[in-house]
């Protein structure tokens, strides 16, 4: 499974960004899917999940209440609505798909395909 993460840029605290992940040629409506972010000089880590059919959604507790995701099987994409940004927030983001469900999707080593990840920057 090949993934496409787009959306990135910059941005001034505050602000928003959607990120979007697509399959293109590819049927992602049977995984889980996630976005990790890797800021640098840190770890990679989790941000938000989503099960197959978005009927269950996971986040980290610094996403919660500013980050939403969501999917549209039908366009095999997966988006990410990021509001009120904050300078941490900057990193680069990366989708994921994840044939288990459950708390796996919030264990980025249970995920079997990754996107190229976007850039995401907040400016103060």
């Known amino acids: 499974v090949q993934l496409q993460a787009s959306g990135g840029g910059l941005v001034q605290a505050g602000g928003s960004l959607r990120l979007s992940c697509a399959a293109p040629?590819?049927?992602?409506?049977?995984?889980?899917m996630g976005w990790f972010r890797q800021a640098p000089g840190k770890e990679r880590e989790f941000v938000a999940a989503?099960?197959?059919?978005?009927?269950?959604?996971f986040y980290a507790d610094s996403a919660k209440g500013r980050f939403t995701i969501s999917r549209d099987n039908a366009k095999n994409t997966v988006y990410l609505q990021m509001n009120s940004l904050k300078p941490e927030d900057t990193a680069v983001y990366y989708c994921?798909?994840?044939?288990?469900?459950?708390?796996?999707?919030?264990?980025?080593?249970?995920?079997?395909?990754w996107g190229q990840g976007t850039l995401v920057t907040v400016s103060s």
């Open positions: 994921a798909a994840n044939r288990y469900g459950g708390s796996r999707l919030q264990v980025g080593a249970s995920y079997g395909y």
């Open positions: 040629g590819r049927t992602v409506s049977t995984y889980g």
């Open positions: 989503i099960s197959w059919r978005g009927g269950s959604a």
